[in-house]
């Protein structure tokens, strides 16, 4: 029986070398299936780059939708595209040697999941910060489950799934690509998988909240509810991350940045080409946790 095949796109700007080679070599080291690897620079060539992979030099930076959908084709135009897509952040590890072939068994058990997300712990194995378990309910992050979100940079996605829907929305160009994506495959008909008992590691940092942060996070989160969302939730939902965006910063700065991403993604929100998800997709998005209201 023939191995599995994953290709994975590995996004850089050559920033952090030593983190790259380092991650670079436990997906070298993955076993149990045949492993077709693009490094793609976002903006730059990339410096750290494994003995036959693909290379893409981006002449500027797209960001990280963009720069992923750029590795994603490269992979496919280069022929015989594998049936598994594998998206890694540049200082994510692979603890163990199985753990690619580990989840693509899981998306055989579960062929109803576009795409299969592995539990995120820092280097001790242990510790999952709230914001790295893709549900609302994040107080047990080894419960495995459907979910209706991802984290980008560790995930399996079925290369057929992610074709049709089209891909990462490049237009986001950083944050919330993740929702977006997972809101379109569930319209499609899929779900995702939370494979808990697969690991995988990324330092324990503390996200920077920077003026950009604050700017795209803020406009990316109406132009992807007006991109996706029934005109009756549209209200309901805006209004609740309008309410929960401006009490964070409020308390952990950059009002003036959400502010103004706010202001521009209400007024470029008709930019976004609307395809509002079904009702049935609403049910489906609540049953898995996370009723696109929040």
Known sequence: MP????????????????EEAAAQATLLAQSGVDVRVVVVGNGCKPEVVPAGALTVCLPENIGIPGGRNAGAAALRDAGDPADWLYFLD???TFPRPDVLARLVAEAERHPEAAWVQPRLTGPDDSTTPRRWVPRLRASNPGRPGKVASMTEGVVLIRRAAFDAAG??????????????????????????????SIRMHHPLTEPARHALYHRLAARNRIWTAHRNLPAPLLPLYLSAWTAITLARAVRGGGLDQTLRGMREGWTTRRTQRRHPMSWRTVYRLTAAGRPPII
């Open 3 to 18: 191995r599995p095949r994953v290709d994975v796109v590995v996004l850089t700007m050559n920033d952090r070398p030593a």
């Open 90 to 92: 540049n200082d994510a």
């Open 167 to 196: 891909g990462w929305e490049s237009q986001l160009f950083l944050y919330h690509e993740g929702f977006d994506l997972a809101w379109r495959l569930y319209e499609a008909g899929w779900c995702g998988w939370y494979a808990a």
